[in-house]
């Protein structure tokens, strides 16, 4: 589509049957009939879904935005072909808390981390001492210091992962004085 060919030096970018007409020294002639056939361009189109934040190798280059990416190929007719991959960009998905250690006596504390995006499964690691290993704002009793972990995940399989840092108190001792 849009090629043109020239025939007797006139420029032809139409199906059909073209005739030339040749006459020789000697004097005899000839028609030659040229037929002209259009092929079609073949489109193929695909796409693509990454995690915001993620690359996707595209016709050899590396690329983050959305939109269509196009390659200009020959087919196996040796006609153009065009391949066009959509590159969609899920929205992030990102949890955080506001503090980086919490302090706790021993009576527990809430683990309440902020979650930009719709996540379809949380977990937290270590789950011991946790009211629950999969809910958004567990109860926590560390007889411990240490760290929790949340994993967030959104139903396009993007994942955030954050931490926390808790100091526990629980086995506080006081400094005894001899008494005489």
């Known amino acids: 589509i849009n090629d043109t060919i020239f025939i007797d030096g006139i420029p032809v970018s139409d199906p059909g049957t073209y005739f030339q007409s040749f006459i ?20 193929t189109t695909e796409s693509i879904t990454i995690c915001y934040g993620e690359s996707a190798l595209i016709f050899g280059n590396t690329e983050t935005e959305p939109g269509d990416y196009n390659g200009y190929f020959n087919s196996i007719n040796g006609c153009d072909s065009v391949h066009t991959i959509n590159l969609l960009v899920q929205p992030p998905i990102e949890v955080d808390f506001i503090e ?12 309440d981390p902020i979650i930009t995006g719709v996540s379809s ?30 994993t967030v995940i959104d139903a396009n399989g993007c994942i955030s992962i954050d931490s926390i840092y808790t100091v526990s108190y629980t086995h506080l001792t006081l400094p005894t004085s001899d008494l005489v």
Do not use: K, R
């Not at 020789?24 to 079609?40: A, R, Y």
């Not at 999969?134 to 760290?147: I, K, Y």
């Open 24 to 43: 020789s020294i000697n004097g005899c002639d000839s028609i030659h009939s040229i037929v002209v056939e259009i092929q079609d361009t073949i489109f």
């Open 100 to 111: 980086d250690t919490l302090v706790t006596d021993g009576t527990g504390i809430i683990l």
């Open 121 to 150: 499964s949380i977990s937290w690691f270590p789950s011991t001492s946790l009211t629950c290993d999969d809910c958004l704002n567990p109860s926590a009793f560390p007889t411990e210091s240490g760290w929790y972990y949340i």
